[in-house]
């Protein structure tokens, strides 16, 4: 089985050809239950994987674990290092190197329910992409362009999103 960058490219070729010849095979839904701690910490559970989620110490929690927003980030930077592995593998270019540093804005004012002009959320969200391999700068380029035009969470965060959060009644344990 070859492989580039750690993806098994036969693997690649197969779910994409699966799409290809069956779109409704492309259409997923994806899951996670979280659950309070106490104070602000949270418990997210996604796939069996636990995930602890708090604030800093100067924002009300405790600082034993990254908050929402720095979540957020990370979960950009994630699926941009998963875009150009599994892009440049497809696309026969070996990859020494992927890194992305991120950076967000976010209006606190808006989210105390203090007067603001501004939502509380990132109002701006920046992101720098360190790439290093032995293709030109040409190839490196198509490879950006494919990944940040197909990025499932850079497209998310770019783009209006339904999103209906229900209360129902309390869970009893």
Request: glycine share 10%; aromatic share 6%.
């Amino acid at each position: 089985m070859p492989e580039i960058n750690g993806i098994n490219l036969e693997v690649g070729q197969k779910i994409i050809e699966t799409v290809r010849e069956n779109p409704e095979f492309g259409k997923t839904m994806w899951r996670a239950r979280t659950v309070w701690k106490g104070g602000t910490k949270s418990e997210s559970e996604i796939r069996g994987f636990k995930v602890l989620i708090d604030e800093p110490v100067d924002l009300g929690g405790t600082d034993e674990a990254p908050n929402p927003v720095e979540m957020i980030l990370a979960a950009l930077g994630s699926c941009l290092v998963v875009g150009y592995s599994l892009n440049a593998a497809m696309m026969g270019i070996e990859m020494q190197k992927i890194e992305v540093e991120m950076e967000g804005d976010i209006d606190l004012p808006g989210f105390f329910g203090l007067p603001s002009d501004v939502l509380p959320g990132y109002t701006n969200v920046r992101a720098k992409v360190f790439l290093k391999s032995s293709v030109g700068l040409d190839k490196l380029e198509e490879l950006h362009k494919r990944v940040t035009s197909t990025s499932p969470v850079g497209l998310t965060l770019s783009k209006n999103v339904n999103l209906n959060v229900e209360l129902v009644k309390r869970r009893t344990a």
